[in-house]
């Protein structure tokens, strides 16, 4: 009995890229490394089993795979940062020939479209670095200490990065002084824009950046970080 048979497959997505640039930036920025976000208005809840279609550009058949739900960004969740609701998936079932036909795929894209796929690489590559300075220990822990103990950031810029762009963030705690540097890509970004256009959904410009190869030593310093201890009234 085979890997397929022993899980209960509770419901079936279908993911269709538009462009290869779509599915270049997901495959190498999660799907290779085990895992795919899928954005829904409906997220399924955790531990949810889902059998996976991925339909590539210009592909008949499409790329299947089985994922376990692992995380849930809820529309609530997601819209008062500005982020895409959705889940996270990791995949549980997803086997060396597969891989291969992904990079089968990537490598023939490339040998007809040279050009993009240099650029493309070279522009993932790019590295930039930048400091977050938080006013105060209350905005920290109001706006910011439930994104970063979730493993990214939302910045508020003008001049959002684009999606893909590699940077490095040094975190700097407003009562301490002290430092923690990370890296992270830009995975959501909000323009001026698109920011006037939504009032409503009280967006503002920036982008989301999402914390890559963490080592232990930096989660145990980012930890730290947003320890706060309240002093308890004395009892009378």
């Known amino acids: 009995m085979g890997k397929r048979e022993l899980l209960r497959i ?3 997505i279908e993911i269709h ?3 290869f640039d779509q599915f270049y930036r997901e495959y190498t920025a999660n799907i290779s490394k085990g895992g795919l976000f899928i954005k829904s208005l409906a997220p399924m809840p955790p531990q949810t089993v889902i059998e996976i279609k991925l339909f590539l550009p210009e592909e008949e058949k499409p790329v299947t795979a089985l994922g376990e739900v692992v995380h849930v960004i809820s529309p609530e969740f997601a819209k008062d ?7 996270g998936v990791h995949l549980i079932d997803f086997d060396q020939q ?3 036909r992904l990079e089968k795929y990537i ?3 490339a040998e007809e479209n040279p050009r993009v796929i240099m ?3 070279q522009h993932r590559r790019s590295v930039i670095r930048m400091k977050v300075r938080f006013p105060d220990l209350t905005t920290l822990l109001e706006n910011y200490a439930k994104d970063i103990s979730h493993g990214g950031i939302f910045i508020p810029t003008n001049d959002p990065k684009p999606i893909g762009i590699v940077i490095t963030l040094t975190l700097i705690h407003p009562e301490t002084g002290e430092e923690v540097e990370l890296q992270g890509e830009v995975v959501r970004v909000v323009t001026e824009g698109e920011a006037r256009e939504k009032k409503d959904q009280r967006l503002i410009p920036g982008m989301g950046v999402k914390f890559i190869q963490v080592s232990q030593e930096q989660q145990s310093a980012l930890d ?3 320890v706060v201890e309240y002093p308890l009234e004395p009892e009378k």
């Open 98 to 100: 597969t891989q291969k």
């Open 119 to 121: 650029d493309r690489r």
């Open 10 to 12: 509770q419901a079936e």
């Open 224 to 226: 730290k970080f947003l």
């Open 107 to 109: 490598g023939r894209w």
């Open 17 to 19: 890229f538009r462009s």
């Open 81 to 87: 940062r500005g982020w895409d609701s959705g889940m």
